[in-house]
């Protein structure tokens, strides 16, 4: 039989656990009501959530006695009835919240699109781990491309743009291994060109491109090829026509909310009936915390039920409510030690199979984290995503579970022999 | 594969790192540096205020105002957000006891620690007035307006019903309703209640550190206007109303005026009454138990509830039918044997028209006998069932035995009973019985009970010569004057009206000729037609009058009962409805004698009236 000594990294199961339980107290008081108020309730949001925990604990339980090659043997076969589960929501969805990424079985109901994030992650970590890989060709990184793109298609033609943009996070193991540092730069640069040609006036923007690159090409530079002539006035047609592409995109790609919840986030419209409401309220109900809070159960703007999804995607409100900004603070904290171990956790795997996925979980945990509580501060627009491991529900705790711990296994046995 | 790479780590764990320091300083821009929330941390903000609709008012049907508001204030509390609280200064401005003050903020903390709950109710603007401008002392206490109603003629009590705060099965039933508020509960407050509660509004106000409301939350724009209850126009007659009350005094039974062309209920007194006006504000809880423990029930509208044997005027009913099947002519004469049945001394009746006015029990014997046994069947029993069944079919036209579909809570009707076949065979057996086991249906006694209501209808069926449209309360309500289809329906009996011709007759002449037996109903100048009856009764017998007039193109059918009254249906209740067809065809009653008569004397004195006279007897 299978016998070894396993090395478990308890420092990021007690991270886990301790943004897990938090997570539970913040629930049980974002619902508080008196009559309710036993902690074994399970009609209610935070009993529910016991019962979510309980089963997330058993699942990881289950993997840490699973052996490490089943997963990355069963790579490809999870990938796939991932996606299978995938095409089967858009058919067999039921609407909740204006998504339709639920799929209702007898009463009880899931989320393929949660499963979905591990499964890629599995699949992309399988790939590329393959002896003859190597980023530097341009198949690798097509087959790696569609590899990420066909579930977030998937997860897009549901409604549910939080979870597809998840999967924008592979860019940061694709950068590990070898895919040039620029693609992080153009990201960045493409999010702020975006941002300011929906805020200032294009030609405005052109000027200053045109001055940036006569400035590059006359001051920065002593020697000029004609390549760098070339190089520069492509980059620069490039921004102009993307910058001239945003009207487009914003008016016909995306949906009429995300539109607003843009325009709200850079402060063009303040509708505050309709989608600025959410953002205003919980702006509210973190700055009227303070620095050490209300207090647990003494929020009341969360409590007066002015914060809408307050115990699933602005669970954040509550803590910023209750716990303040010390308790925000220690929060992030948290969530920045159990990130930057896990990257510290790939980097130390001798198997690329695990470095690589190691950091897919890290990438996946952070862009949640950023999405939801970018959103909640009112730094990125409204984008439905949970924050891992907090928010109720049960599909995301036990999607996010499974991630973690099919890496905390790996790690466990990385000094077995391959 | 490489670990060339392995520097990039640090440029992953980098962005992590700022970007968390990005969200710290975000936070702390929100939470500790940003003005705007920290004031609104200060502010501790918002208040949900719900905006109470004025309830419809009710009118009669000309016009006048018979129920309408008045404003009153409830103080309201927040048990958490109450602080600093000046107890004994807050007691005194409310003129409570400390013991008082912590019962009552125990209650509304059991209830809810974070919403609002009532504190005091029904503060009066007096009072209001005078710790008004205290308000701002006492945190987490605010004034919520709310209105009660006001009777400017304390008549009609148990048809206008009361106004309750809802009970758990309220809630349960209407999610509209919120612990505290009110609801009708009887009477037309019931039976209108969506019509006359209009739509909660809501605000939601900032509050200030003082407990002040400083403004509406975003200009008001989540707020929503509170929508008035619709008005109701009834068909009442405010003054015959009054009159009839004011007849009925110190007797029990019931009035019931109708207008017979159109089914709209004039007056409906149930005595012993009482002032609405009791049942209002917070001498409402003590009230409402001395009434409901009266033994005389001036609660229940006797008029709708109460189930009498018909006595003699089920009489003009039987003679319709028995003439509509043709099992008798217009002259058929019996005689008046008082071995089959008991009877006054008469002459025997030569015609129906003779029979209706002499109200001859041996006669209605006979007319009974040949709607019951019509030789269908050689048996009996078998011929017996026949008959009923088609008699229990007539009656069901008349508006017999079921509940009128009219507009006060159903809760409060009586069906009375027209016993069937199906009623018999449970009670003797099926065959067991025959007609010479239920004649007593014959002359209204026996198993056959009516609501006075019906009997009332049936004076509209008689005037109306063979049709009614159920008696109705509203004539129409609300701004667009909505009237209800149904009381625009004609119901018929399917009976020849030549035959109610004669039915109009007879009751003509038993008011107006020698040997009527309601001479004492007689007014000069109207045409009153009528019938007396005796309700028998455990106690005195029920004194028991229908009636309409004129007998051409009729205005007023009516029904009166006394209840315990010795002397049958002439001596009391014949009198009584004469006088108040005189009050609404003449507009004044002429005969002032007659009025004090009636109006003072007390029929059934040996009968305790109200709880209070019979505390009084035993003092």
């Given amino acids: 039989m299978y016998q070894e000594k396993l090395k478990i990294d308890w420092i990021t199961i007690a991270l886990y656990a301790a943004i897990m339980i938090f997570g539970w107290m913040n629930i049980y008081s974002a619902c508080y009501e008196e009559s309710h108020a036993a902690i074994f309730d399970f009609s209610q949001f935070h009993g529910k959530q016991l019962i979510w925990m309980g089963l997330a604990l058993l699942t990881a339980a289950v993997i840490m006695l699973t052996e490490p090659r089943v997963f990355s043997n069963m790579s490809y076969p999870i990938y796939g009835i991932v996606l299978g589960l995938l095409v089967l929501t858009l058919f067999l969805a039921v609407t909740v919240n204006g998504g339709k990424s639920w799929i209702d079985l007898g009463g009880f109901r899931f989320q393929p699109s949660e499963f979905a994030k591990f499964a890629t992650a599995l699949a992309l970590a399988k790939y590329l781990s393959a002896i003859d890989i190597d980023l530097k060709d341009m198949r690798t990184k097509v087959i790696s491309l569609i590899l990420i793109a066909i579930p977030a298609v998937l997860v897009l033609l549901q409604h549910d743009t939080g979870s597809a943009l998840v999967f924008a996070s592979f860019i940061f193991p694709l950068y590990r291994e070898g895919v040039s540092g620029v693609v992080l730069v153009i990201g960045v640069a493409a999010i702020a060109l975006f941002i300011m040609a929906l805020l200032v006036n294009k030609y405005i923007i052109l000027g200053i491109l045109a001055l940036m690159a006569v400035g590059y090409l006359f001051v920065w530079l002593n020697k000029r090829s004609r390549k760098d002539y070339f190089r520069t006035l492509g980059i620069f047609a490039c921004c102009a026509l993307f910058v001239f592409s945003v009207d487009f995109v914003f008016n016909n790609v995306l949906e009429s909310h995300q539109r607003e919840r843009i325009d709200v986030l850079l402060g063009k419209t303040e509708d505050l009936q309709g989608s600025g409401y959410n953002v205003n309220q919980s702006k509210i109900a973190i700055g009227s915390g303070g620095i050490i809070g209300k207090g647990f159960l003494g929020g009341t703007v969360t409590k007066a039920n002015f914060v809408p999804e307050k115990h699933t995607d602005f669970i954040f409100c509550t803590v910023g409510e209750e716990w303040g900004f010390l308790g925000c603070t220690i929060l992030l904290i948290l969530y920045n030690l159990l990130l930057q171990r896990l990257i510290n956790m790939a980097e130390r795997q001798r198997s690329p199979f695990a470095r690589i996925y190691g950091y897919c979980v890290a990438s996946i945990l952070f862009i949640h984290l950023l999405v939801n509580v970018g959103m909640v501060i009112g730094l990125v627009p409204v984008i439905g995503i949970p924050l891992p491991f907090f928010s109720y529900g049960g599909s995301s705790l036990l999607a996010f579970t499974i991630l973690l711990f099919i890496f905390i296994r790996q790690d466990a046995s990385k000094n077995q022999l391959l | ?619």
Wanted: proline fraction near 4%; hydrophobic fraction near 35%; glycine fraction near 8%.
């Fill in chain 2, 1 to 619: 594969m490489s670990n060339k790479y392995a520097d990039r780590s640090h440029v992953v764990k980098i962005i992590f790192i700022v970007v968390g320091a990005l969200f710290v300083g975000r936070l702390a821009m929100l939470q500790l540096f940003n003005p705007e929330y920290k004031e609104k941390a200060e502010l501790q903000s918002l208040r949900n205020v719900t905006q109470y609709p004025a309830r419809g008012f009710i009118y009669d049907r000309h016009g006048e105002l018979l129920v309408h508001n008045e404003a009153v204030y409830d103080l309201m509390v927040i048990p958490r957000m109450v602080k600093d609280l000046d107890t004994a200064y807050f007691c005194q401005s409310l003129d409570i006891t400390l013991d008082d003050f912590n019962e009552r903020i125990e209650k509304a903390r059991k209830y809810s620690s974070y919403s609002a709950s009532i504190f005091m109710k029904q503060i009066s603007k007096e009072e209001y007035a005078k710790f008004e401008n205290k308000m701002f002392r006492f945190k987490g206490f605010y004034i919520s307006q709310r209105t009660l109603r006001i009777y400017d003629r304390p008549i009609a009590a148990q048809v206008l019903g009361y106004v309750g705060e809802v009970d758990q099965a309220d809630l349960d039933r209407d999610h509209y309703y919120k612990r505290g508020d009110y609801i009708g509960k009887s009477g037309l407050e019931k039976s209108y209640e969506e019509v006359l509660r209009g739509t909660k509004g809501k605000k939601i106000m900032h509050v200030d550190a003082h407990n002040r409301e400083i403004g509406p939350y975003r200009h008001g724009e989540f707020d929503t206007l509170p929508i008035e209850g619709c008005n109701l126009y009834t068909t009442l007659d405010a003054d015959l109303q009054t009159y009839a009350e004011d007849l009925m005094a110190n007797k029990r039974g019931c009035v019931v005026a109708i207008e017979p062309s159109t089914g709209e209920i004039l007056a409906m007194v149930s005595a012993p009454t009482y002032d609405p006006n009791l049942l209002v504000g917070r001498i409402r809880g003590k009230n409402y138990l001395m009434l409901n423990s009266d033994i005389a029930k001036p609660m229940l509208n006797r008029a709708l509830i109460g189930q009498y044997p018909p006595g003699s005027i089920f009489k003009v009913a039987q003679s319709m039918v028995a003439l509509d099947l043709g099992v008798i002519t217009p002259s058929s004469g019996f005689a008046c044997e008082k071995s089959l049945v008991g009877c006054h001394n008469h002459p025997s009746a030569r015609s129906v028209q003779e029979a209706i006015k002499m109200s001859c029990n041996p006669y209605f014997y006979q007319v009974y006998r040949r709607v019951i046994q019509q030789g269908k069947y050689k048996n009996l029993y078998k011929d017996a069932q026949y008959g009923l069944t088609i008699w229990h079919d007539y009656m069901m036209r008349f508006g017999f035995g079921q509940k009128l579909d009219i507009d006060l809570p159903k809760s409060g009707l009586s069906t009375g009973n027209i016993p069937d076949t199906a009623f018999y065979n449970k009670w003797y057996g099926k065959e067991r019985w025959a007609f010479s086991t239920i004649y007593s249906n014959s002359i209204g006694q026996g198993e056959v009970t009516v609501v006075p209501i019906q009997m009332a209808n049936l004076a509209a069926i008689v005037a109306n010569r063979g049709y009614y449209i159920t008696p109705h309360m509203v004539r129409f309500y609300g701004p667009d004057s909505v009237r209800n289809e149904k009381y625009l329906q004609r119901h018929e009996t399917g009976i020849d009206p030549q035959f109610f011709d004669i039915a109009a007759a007879g009751m003509y002449d038993v008011v107006h000729v020698a040997g009527g037996t309601a001479r004492r109903a007689r007014v000069d100048g109207l045409d009153i037609c009528g019938k007396t009856g005796t309700a028998e009764n455990y106690g005195n017998d029920h004194s028991v009058f229908i009636c309409f007039a004129p007998k051409d193109n009729p205005k007023i059918a009516m029904a009166v009962y006394v209840e315990n009254a010795q002397g049958g249906g002439g001596t009391w209740a014949a009198p009584i409805a004469g006088l108040l067809v005189e009050k609404y065809l003449n507009g004044e009653v002429k005969r002032t004698d007659v009025e004090k008569m009636y109006r003072e004397i007390n029929p059934c004195q040996k009968l305790p009236l109200t709880r209070r006279v019979k505390k009084a007897k035993k003092r």
